[in-house]
Each structure stands twice: as structure tokens, then as C-alpha cells.
């Protein structure tokens, strides 16, 4: 794989002059989300104290306080008309603000996991969610309905982005993958790979040609969005990197993390061209704006800082002598030569039986035993399953008789099932000569997993909660227990069981609990639970809606 390995071979303070950050103080808990408004007059934080505060960037004054989560909130995002606020958070909602007003104009729920992370479309009429779920969703946020859901595995989605013409969403994940869709028709483009732990946040450059991320494994990454693979890894920070974003020209991505350091990097060369370390403890959120180039950040010390930092792009290495521009690796053409080249590939996968929890190696050789040059050669993997689908193995030019080698690694997800996954190899190059697919078949050897039914009865005799007449059946007034069974019809231990109930958003029925933790269940035991709700006299509706979701953890 093609990496830029940047280390800092000047120090960092040579290429920043730094005007003193402001602070803004007022919040009780961490800071988790921050977000300016695309006119620059507003910046809107979010935290740990469940609350949203609406902040004049200028002046710095508070302008508005928001109200209404129950849970700490990780998400805010501006309208791209600067009207409106959209926040997400730990109590599993999304709430959109009025600026002008500080009213909640409309809430909706996500019905399993936190949200961590949410964007507008460019064009405004689409609100994009990720979280714990492990799903993608698309709102019509003037009415709360969801319009599109997309799901790539398991896992926690931790960071979602729209590129600038809202073509392309990005999204990280737990899988280590940053991910790409269409969101016109919710199918993944393509993956890239690389991180080696969870991808924790994602944005794309002003002209939307560069997408840059960063892991938990403490790596920044940018990503050539039209040629497919990584452009570049930016190594500094000493713990997990949590937000990134491009400043406002693109000539500089910032990152913040776990270490307590905000670093500002050259996308050219890849060298950091300054750090700050006035926060106390790690930095959640970071956040950019046009106006005055202005900066803000927050995180545990429940401290939002700006600042405006005055970044000189270096001129010269080690020795004085002018650094040169990092090229992107072979990236020349030609026209059509004559005698052509001939690209001859061997596919390996190692190993082809793998269990959970394992690392697959994808292996590609290619010998051109041609005459004449190919040219951007790349290789693409397609599978039906997401996590051996859309990598990318980039060649760029290969000689006439000369034989280059790519390889991809990729941890099997530990909660894999037994499997024969399909992985078929399909080729581009510059001038059209490629040879034909290539298929391989994995085998995923997976343990046996437990298998779960369940049924429940509805109670309304006066045990328990419930308080009703006794007929077995649901009337509007009633205080009602639902005996909900759950039978492990596997061969196998089910170690850690649980189930999580819900209704739909616009019920508003209290459920206790919601969350039942089960915890082993044996082959063939089973166990029951009971849950309460009230049906109040005034419910609008004739049916109730309820969801199920169990899941066992090994």
C-alpha cells in the first residue's frame, strides 16, 4: 500500500504565530459537539450537561441556552441557511432548533443507540444521523420521517460528513473503515482501509477532491477521493485522534484528540506545522469557519476555546534546502503504446480458512510481460460481503517486464457467522489494458451462535403494574404488563443476552424497561420478563407498534 510516512523534521513552532484564545465558560460538562454557522456570526456548543449554548462568535457572548435533551449531546450541525440547529445526542433523539427564537421545532427518535454524529445536505433538505446502531439514516427533518436507512455491518457509525455538492457521504466506523456512499441511492461506493482501530471522525476538503479521517489508532489519514487511496498518513498524536477538519482554504487539516493536543498539518507535504496544548485533557470536538479563519475547540475541561491561528506554510527542510511537493505515486499517462503491455495477475488469500476475529491478507501480483508501459493500474475488490467489498489496491505505472505487488489486510469481524464469501478482482488502467476478473472464495469457520424465540402475553389482571379489566387485551386507560418470554433454541451457551424494546417515536409510551439484560441463557432455558406501560384515555391512535431487538455478545 502507498503511504506517506511524515515525521516532524522541523519543529512545529517555526511555522505558526499564534493570536491568544478566547474562552467561553459557561457549560458544566464536557464538550462534545461544536459547530459554527456557514454565515460565521454564530458558533453552537454541546456537551455532557445536556444542553446546547448558541455562542456570537465575535463578541463571544451567550445568546441562547437550549433545553430539551435528557442525555449528553455529541452532535450539532447548522442549516446551511443558518436557521436552524440540529443536535443528537445519548437520549437517542434529534432535535431541531430555531436560532432566531431558541424554540425546539421538531424531535425524533432513533430507536436503538446513541447518535454521535449528524450533517446536513448541502441543499438543506436532508439531515444525516450515525450512531450507535450501526446505520446510516437519511431525514426528512421538517417531518421527522426517515427516508433512507443504510447499514454497512456491525458496529458503532462514529462520524458522518456530505462532501461540498452532497454527491458522496462519508462515514467512520468501529470496522476501521471509512466508508462511502451515494445518498441518492443509499448503496456504498467504496470503502478505504488503512486505520487499524475505530475511525472516529471524517471530513472533506472545501473542494471536496480530499477526504481526511482520524482513528483511534492515533493516525490521521487523507484520501484521494478520484484516485481512490490514500494520499497521505500524518503521525503525532499519542492517543486517539476524535475530530478532524480541513481549514477553510484546504491547504491544512487540524485534528484533536485523547492526548490533549489540537495539530495543524500541511496537506502537501504532510508535516505538522503547529500543535496547542491549552486545553486540560483530552479535545472532543473541533470546529472551522471561513470568517477570520477562527478555530474552535472543547472538550473535558468544559472549556470552548478560539482562536485564530496564523499558519506559514514551510519552505524549507533539513539542511535549508527547498522541500519539494509530495507527488502522488505514478500517477503519469501515455498514450496507447505499441506493442502493447500485457498485465498477467495472481490472486492470493491468506489464509483462505479463517475464524473470527482473524486477519485476511489480500494479495495481488501483477507482471507485465507486455511491451510497452501500463499506466494507473489499479485493482478493485467486490464482494456482497461490506467488509471485503471496495478495497482498493493501487499500482500506478508498471514498466514493460516489471512485476509489482499489493496487498490489503482485514480483521473478520469476531462476531462473524460460518460462511463461504465470495471476493471477485476487477482492474482498471489509463489506456484500457486489463485482464479479465479474477475470483477466490473465503471460507469463514464461525462457532455456533445460539438461536433465540420469544412470545409474550399480555397481562391487565391487577398484578404486577398492570391495572385493567382482565380481558387479556389493550384499551386506552389501562396500565398494562407485557410477560415477554425469551428460549435459547440453540445447541450452543448464549453468554450474555439481552433485549432492547421499543415503539414508535411518535407513541410516547414509557416503557420500563425498556433494556432487559438476560445474561446466560442455556440450550433450551428460558426466561421471562415483565415490562409496563400506560395507554392514556386520550391516545390518538388504534394500534401500538413495538420492536424487539435481541442480541447476544460473546
Given amino acids: ?41 454564530y458558533l453552537a456548543s454541546g456537551g455532557g450537561d445536556q444542553t446546547i449554548r448558541l455562542w456570537e462568535r465575535i463578541s463571544g457572548n451567550l445568546r441562547q441556552e437550549f433545553k430539551g435533551h435528557t442525555s449528553a449531546v455529541h452532535a450539532l450541525a447548522f442549516s446551511p441557511d443558518n436557521r436552524y440547529v440540529a443536535s443528537g445526542g445519548s437520549d437517542r433523539t434529534c432535535r431541531i432548533w430555531d436560532v432566531s427564537t431558541g424554540k425546539e421545532l421538531i424531535s425524533f427518535s432513533i430507536r436503538f443507540g446513541n447518535i454521535r454524529s449528524l450533517n446536513f445536505s448541502p441543499d438543506g433538505q436532508t439531515l444525516a444521523t450515525v450512531g450507535d446502531g450501526g446505520s446510516l439514516y437519511l431525514w426528512d427533518w421538517k417531518t421527522g420521517k426517515t427516508l433512507k436507512a443504510m447499514k454497512s455491518g456491525f458496529g458503532i457509525m462514529f462520524s458522518v460528513a456530505y462532501s461540498p455538492d452532497g454527491r458522496l457521504l462519508a462515514t467512520g466506523n468501529s470496522d476501521r473503515l471509512v466508508h462511502l456512499w451515494d445518498p441518492s441511492s443509499g448503496r456504498q461506493q467504496r470503502t478505504f482501509s488503512g486505520h487499524t482501530k475505530a475511525v472516529h471522525a471524517v471530513a ?5 477532491h480530499l477526504l481526511v479521517s482520524g482513528s483511534a489508532d492515533s493516525t490521521v489519514r487523507l484520501w484521494d477521493l478520484a ?50 496544548t491549552d486545553h486540560q485533557g483530552p479535545v ?25 491561528p496564523q499558519i506559514t506554510t514551510p519552505t524549507v527542510s533539513r539542511g535549508g534546502v527547498k522541500a519539494p511537493e509530495i507527488q502522488q505515486r505514478d500517477s503519469g499517462v501515455g498514450p496507447p503504446p505499441s506493442p502493447p503491455p500485457y498485465p498477467e495477475v495472481k490472486f492470493v488469500i491468506q489464509p483462505h480458512d479463517v475464524k473470527p476475529g482473524e486477519r485476511v491478507k489480500i494479495h495481488l501480483i501483477v507482471n507485465n510481460t507486455g511491451k510497452g508501459p501500463l499506466y494507473r493500474f489499479q485493482a478493485t475488490t467486490h464482494s456482497a460481503n461490506p467488509v471485503f467489498d471496495a478495497q482498493i489496491l493501487y499500482f500506478g505505472k508498471i514498466a514493460a517486464g516489471e512485476k509489482k505487488s499489493e496487498s490489503v489486510a482485514i480483521d473478520v469481524p469476531e462476531d462473524f457467522s460460518s460462511s463461504e464469501t465470495a471476493i471477485d478482482v ?34 391487565d389482571d391487577g398484578s404486577g403494574q398492570s391495572v385493567g379489566n382482565g380481558d387479556g387485551r389493550i384499551q386506552k386507560g389501562e396500565a398494562v404488563d407485557l410477560l415477554l418470554t425469551l428460549r435459547n433454541v440453540g445447541s450452543v451457551l448464549a453468554p450474555n443476552t439481552w433485549v432492547e424494546m421499543t415503539n414508535a417515536p411518535d407513541q410516547h409510551l414509557k416503557i420500563c424497561p425498556h433494556i432487559v439484560r438476560f445474561g446466560e441463557l442455556e440450550p433450551d432455558e428460558s426466561k421471562q420478563v415483565r415490562v409496563s406501560f400506560t395507554v392514556w384515555p386520550d391516545f390518538p391512535d388504534d394500534q401500538l407498534q413495538f420492536k424487539l431487538f435481541i442480541q447476544e455478545k460473546l
Fill in 1 to 41: 500500500m502507498f503511504l506517506w510516512l511524515f515525521v516532524g523534521l522541523i519543529p512545529s513552532s517555526a511555522f505558526a504565530q499564534e493570536t491568544p484564545s478566547r474562552t467561553l465558560t459557561g457549560h458544566y460538562g464536557e464538550i462534545f459537539a461544536l459547530a459554527f454557522s456557514p454565515n460565521g456570526q
Fill in 227 to 276: 484516485a481512490g487511496r490514500e494520499r497521505g498518513l500524518m503521525k503525532g498524536h499519542t492517543g486517539a485522534v476524535q475530530a478532524v477538519t480541513f481549514s477553510p482554504d484546504g491547504q491544512h487539516v487540524i485534528s484533536a484528540g485523547v492526548d490533549g493536543t489540537i495539530r495543524i498539518w500541511d496537506t502537501k507535504s504532510g508535516r505538522e506545522l503547529a500543535s496547542f
Fill in 284 to 308: 472532543w470536538a473541533l470546529a472551522s469557519t471561513t470568517h477570520d479563519h477562527g478555530l474552535a475547540s472543547g472538550g473535558r475541561d468544559r472549556m470552548v476555546r478560539l482562536r485564530t
Fill in 204 to 208: 472533506f476538503s472545501p473542494d471536496g
Fill in 426 to 459: 476487477s482492474f482498471t488502467e489509463f489506456n484500457g489494458f486489463i485482464p479479465d476478473p479474477l475470483h477466490a472464495t473465503l471460507t469463514i469457520a464461525g462457532t455456533q451462535r445460539p438461536r433465540f424465540a420469544y412470545n409474550y402475553q399480555i397481562l
